[in-house]
């Protein structure tokens, strides 16, 4: 799978600045997206989720943006907090639409750094 | 219980030694999927199970893998005669429907290979 062989990118953010983490998904018949939280030693934990017939949802402290045109999802953490610092994944899916074999299809991952 | 429960949360074992891991899903959930993921890496998918049945054992990465799911419920992943490009976090992860809704992730097993 693509997450599979390469090295996590990784973004350092100042404490306190606000952080944007990327992600392209692959498949256009995709209409529901979720953005997961990894800290060191721990399972993916739920961070943030959208639908495909949305463009903007919003969270304490966090924002998911979906442009389908160009099938990008960005994730958005405002304020960042020390407790911030975690690798962050996103997932796609064909829930809506009949869903897909094998559930969710998750991207790389980002390593966000927050720096003190 | 609350959340997923993954068992061992950690193992250490010697090439050639069969493993077992194991995982208790959140009670009342269908769907069942077991990913892998290497240090410093992303997640890569295993297998999922429907109830019992998993559909498509095609991401398992050899035939030393297998897995299986009782009563729909607890699930053991094996690894057999293990090397150590086995070496890796298993997770475990369930929800309420299979299809791609939320995942709930356990902890995972760290298996060692030495």
């Known amino acids: 799978g693509e997450s599979v062989g390469l090295h996590l990118p990784t973004l350092s953010v100042q404490e306190g600045d606000n952080s944007i983490i990327n992600c392209a998904y692959s498949?256009?018949?995709?209409?529901?997206f979720i953005w997961y939280k990894q800290e060191s030693g721990k399972g993916p934990q739920f961070i943030i989720d959208?639908?495909?017939?949305?463009d903007k949802r919003q969270g304490q402290r966090v924002t998911v943006l979906l442009n389908k045109t160009v099938k990008h999802l960005s994730l958005q953490i405002a304020a960042t907090q020390p407790g911030d610092s975690a690798v962050y994944f996103c997932?796609?899916?064909?829930?809506?639409?009949?869903?897909?074999?094998?559930?969710?299809?998750f991207g790389k991952g980002t390593h966000l750094i927050i720096q003190p | 219980g609350a959340g997923v429960s993954q068992s061992p949360s950690n193992k250490v074992t010697e090439k050639g030694k069969d493993v077992e891991l194991r995982c208790d899903p959140i009670?009342?959930?269908?769907?069942l999927y077991w990913y892998r993921q290497s240090l410093g890496q992303g997640l890569e998918f295993l297998i999922y199970?429907?109830?019992?049945?998993?559909p498509d054992k095609s991401g398992l990465p050899s035939d030393r893998f297998s897995a299986e799911r009782t009563g729909g419920s607890v699930s053991t992943l094996t690894i057999q005669r293990t090397q150590q490009e086995d070496s890796a976090v298993y997770l475990c992860?369930?929800?309420?429907?299979w299809g791609g809704g939320e995942l709930f992730f356990g902890e995972g097993s760290r298996l060692t290979v030495l």
């Open positions: 959208i639908r495909s017939n949305m």
């Open positions: 992860a369930s929800s309420l429907e």
């Open positions: 498949n256009s018949a995709s209409d529901y």
């Open positions: 199970f429907q109830g019992n049945s998993a």
């Open positions: 997932a796609e899916s064909n829930l809506f639409s009949g869903g897909g074999a094998d559930g969710l299809t």
């Open positions: 009670s009342g959930h269908t769907a």
